[in-house]
Protein backbone atom coordinates (compact mmCIF):
# COMPACT_ATOMS: atom_id res chain seq x y z
CA UNK A 1 0.00 0.00 0.00
CA UNK A 2 2.97 2.41 -0.72
CA UNK A 3 1.76 5.60 -2.61
CA UNK A 4 -1.96 5.07 -1.35
CA UNK A 5 -3.39 8.40 0.12
CA UNK A 6 -4.76 8.05 3.32
CA UNK A 7 -8.67 7.67 1.93
CA UNK A 8 -7.81 5.05 -0.52
CA UNK A 9 -6.32 3.15 2.29
CA UNK A 10 -9.37 3.20 4.23
CA UNK A 11 -11.07 2.39 1.35
CA UNK A 12 -9.17 0.06 0.01
CA UNK A 13 -8.96 -1.72 4.00
CA UNK A 14 -12.63 -1.57 4.21
CA UNK A 15 -14.05 -2.45 0.56
CA UNK A 16 -11.88 -5.78 0.84
CA UNK A 17 -13.08 -6.70 4.00
CA UNK A 18 -16.83 -6.30 2.77
CA UNK A 19 -16.12 -7.62 -0.76
CA UNK A 20 -17.89 -4.43 -1.81
CA UNK A 21 -14.99 -3.29 -4.21
CA UNK A 22 -14.30 -5.14 -7.33
CA UNK A 23 -12.51 -4.41 -10.60
CA UNK A 24 -14.64 -5.40 -13.73
CA UNK A 25 -12.96 -7.81 -15.94
CA UNK A 26 -12.78 -5.93 -19.00
CA UNK A 27 -12.18 -2.36 -18.22
CA UNK A 28 -10.00 -2.24 -15.18
CA UNK A 29 -12.30 0.25 -13.56
CA UNK A 30 -13.40 -0.05 -9.97
CA UNK A 31 -16.75 -0.09 -9.32
CA UNK A 32 -18.25 1.64 -6.37
CA UNK A 33 -21.44 0.84 -6.48
CA UNK A 34 -22.56 -0.14 -2.83
CA UNK A 35 -19.92 2.22 -1.33
CA UNK A 36 -22.08 5.24 0.33
CA UNK A 37 -21.70 8.50 -1.38
CA UNK A 38 -19.77 10.25 1.70
CA UNK A 39 -16.99 7.53 0.76
CA UNK A 40 -16.41 7.85 -2.36
CA UNK A 41 -13.46 9.38 -4.28
CA UNK A 42 -13.89 13.34 -4.86
CA UNK A 43 -12.91 12.90 -8.34
CA UNK A 44 -16.32 10.48 -8.47
CA UNK A 45 -18.78 12.73 -6.56
CA UNK A 46 -17.10 15.86 -8.37
CA UNK A 47 -18.38 14.19 -11.79
CA UNK A 48 -21.67 13.02 -10.19
CA UNK A 49 -22.37 16.81 -8.74
CA UNK A 50 -21.69 18.36 -12.57
CA UNK A 51 -24.03 15.50 -14.09
CA UNK A 52 -26.83 16.74 -11.76
CA UNK A 53 -25.88 20.58 -12.40
CA UNK A 54 -26.62 20.11 -16.02
CA UNK A 55 -29.37 18.10 -15.62
CA UNK A 56 -30.91 20.81 -13.70
CA UNK A 57 -30.03 23.57 -15.76
CA UNK A 58 -31.37 21.71 -19.14
CA UNK A 59 -34.98 21.24 -17.09
CA UNK A 60 -34.79 25.20 -15.75
CA UNK A 61 -33.78 26.32 -19.38
CA UNK A 62 -36.74 23.85 -20.66
CA UNK A 63 -39.37 25.49 -18.18
CA UNK A 64 -37.59 29.49 -18.84
CA UNK A 65 -38.68 28.52 -22.63
CA UNK A 66 -41.93 26.99 -22.26
CA UNK A 67 -43.18 30.52 -20.19
CA UNK A 68 -42.60 32.47 -22.86
CA UNK A 69 -45.20 30.44 -25.03
CA UNK A 70 -47.21 30.59 -22.47
CA UNK A 71 -49.78 33.70 -21.98
CA UNK A 72 -50.32 35.02 -18.63
CA UNK A 73 -52.00 37.82 -16.80
CA UNK A 74 -49.07 38.40 -15.28
CA UNK A 75 -46.11 38.48 -16.78
CA UNK A 76 -44.35 40.59 -14.31
CA UNK A 77 -44.73 37.89 -12.11
CA UNK A 78 -42.64 33.96 -12.38
CA UNK A 79 -44.73 31.07 -12.81
CA UNK A 80 -43.99 28.41 -10.78
CA UNK A 81 -43.22 24.84 -12.79
CA UNK A 82 -46.08 23.24 -11.55
CA UNK A 83 -48.28 26.47 -12.75
CA UNK A 84 -46.41 26.73 -15.79
CA UNK A 85 -47.32 23.19 -17.25
CA UNK A 86 -50.85 23.77 -16.09
CA UNK A 87 -51.22 26.94 -18.18
CA UNK A 88 -49.33 25.20 -20.92
CA UNK A 89 -52.00 22.39 -20.67
CA UNK A 90 -54.68 24.34 -20.76
CA UNK A 91 -53.20 26.50 -23.54
CA UNK A 92 -53.29 23.41 -25.59
CA UNK A 93 -56.53 22.63 -24.99
CA UNK A 94 -57.83 25.96 -25.83
CA UNK A 95 -56.07 25.65 -29.06
CA UNK A 96 -57.49 22.58 -29.35
CA UNK A 97 -60.79 24.02 -29.21
CA UNK A 98 -60.22 27.13 -31.56
CA UNK A 99 -59.31 24.27 -34.15
CA UNK A 100 -62.21 22.37 -33.79
CA UNK A 101 -64.29 25.81 -33.81
CA UNK A 102 -62.95 26.45 -37.17
CA UNK A 103 -63.21 23.10 -38.85
CA UNK A 104 -66.54 23.06 -37.99
CA UNK A 105 -67.81 26.46 -38.79
CA UNK A 106 -65.54 26.51 -42.29
CA UNK A 107 -65.83 22.76 -43.12
CA UNK A 108 -62.60 21.44 -43.49
CA UNK A 109 -59.35 20.88 -41.61
CA UNK A 110 -57.16 24.06 -40.33
CA UNK A 111 -54.01 23.39 -42.32
CA UNK A 112 -50.54 24.19 -40.84
CA UNK A 113 -48.38 23.46 -43.13
CA UNK A 114 -49.71 21.35 -45.32
CA UNK A 115 -50.67 19.34 -42.93
CA UNK A 116 -53.99 18.37 -41.17
CA UNK A 117 -54.51 19.20 -37.47
CA UNK A 118 -56.60 16.70 -35.66
CA UNK A 119 -56.43 16.22 -32.20
CA UNK A 120 -59.11 14.18 -30.61
CA UNK A 121 -58.63 11.57 -27.10
CA UNK A 122 -61.20 11.39 -24.38
CA UNK A 123 -58.62 12.39 -21.76
CA UNK A 124 -58.68 15.74 -23.45
CA UNK A 125 -62.50 15.89 -23.77
CA UNK A 126 -62.78 15.39 -19.55
CA UNK A 127 -59.73 17.62 -18.74
CA UNK A 128 -61.70 20.44 -20.86
CA UNK A 129 -64.11 21.02 -17.66
CA UNK A 130 -61.38 22.03 -15.92
CA UNK A 131 -61.54 26.03 -15.70
CA UNK A 132 -58.60 27.75 -17.50
CA UNK A 133 -56.72 30.79 -16.33
CA UNK A 134 -55.45 32.72 -19.08
CA UNK A 135 -56.70 36.43 -19.91
CA UNK A 136 -59.58 37.43 -21.66
CA UNK A 137 -58.25 39.99 -23.80
CA UNK A 138 -56.99 39.04 -27.18
CA UNK A 139 -53.95 40.71 -28.79
CA UNK A 140 -52.59 38.85 -31.56
CA UNK A 141 -52.84 35.09 -33.06
CA UNK A 142 -52.67 31.95 -31.23
CA UNK A 143 -48.98 31.44 -31.89
CA UNK A 144 -47.79 35.43 -31.22
CA UNK A 145 -47.70 33.70 -27.16
CA UNK A 146 -50.49 36.63 -26.19
CA UNK A 147 -53.36 36.35 -24.39
CA UNK A 148 -55.50 33.95 -26.14
CA UNK A 149 -59.30 34.42 -25.21
CA UNK A 150 -61.39 36.51 -27.52
CA UNK A 151 -63.48 38.62 -25.25
CA UNK A 152 -66.71 38.52 -26.82
Known sequence: MIGMTSFEKRLSGSCHRLGTRRRHKRSGKVSYKHIPHSEKPPHLVAKRNARER???????NAFVRLRRHVPIEAK????SKVKTLRYAIDYIKQLTIMIK???KQYGSPCLHFG????????DMQQELRRPVYFSREYSGDATS???WYQSG
Open 101 to 103: EHD
Open 115 to 122: RSVSIETI
Open 54 to 60: RRVETVN
Open 76 to 79: NKRL
Open 145 to 147: GGP
